[in-house]
């Protein structure tokens, strides 16, 4: 599946596969929402397939946030790949509930 990126009442969904062939739109489109916002919420609960690719993509986007005092949001706890995904490699502290 391909990957969507869509604005949904400024919750930023990732919508498909973020995996090896599309990690790029993700972090180009992260990139440039830190640049310009001070806060950014990222939703993953429509996430169908994460790779290993996705996981340096997420912690540079977690990183550049706190470096830059910005305010991250990562939402979607809820989808066991993801979660499955983050837990295995120890990123589960990125989730965010308190949006």
Do not use: W
């Not at 391909?2 to 993700?26: A, C, M, P, R, W």
């Not at 946030?65 to 989808?79: C, E, M, P, Y």
Request: charged residues 30%; contains cysteine.
């Amino acid at each position: 599946m391909e990957l969507e990126i869509n604005n949904v009442n400024g919750k930023i969904e990732v919508i498909g596969d973020f995996t090896s062939q599309n990690v790029h739109k993700v972090k180009e489109h992260f990139n440039y929402l830190l640049d310009h916002y001070e806060e950014v919420v990222m939703c993953l609960n429509k996430v169908k397939r994460i790779d290993e690719k996705a996981l340096p993509v997420l912690k540079k986007i977690y990183t550049k946030a706190q470096r830059r005092s910005k305010v991250l949001f990562i939402l979607g706890i809820s989808n066991k790949i993801v979660f499955k995904f983050l837990k295995r490699n120890k990123l589960t502290h990125i989730y965010r509930n308190d949006y």
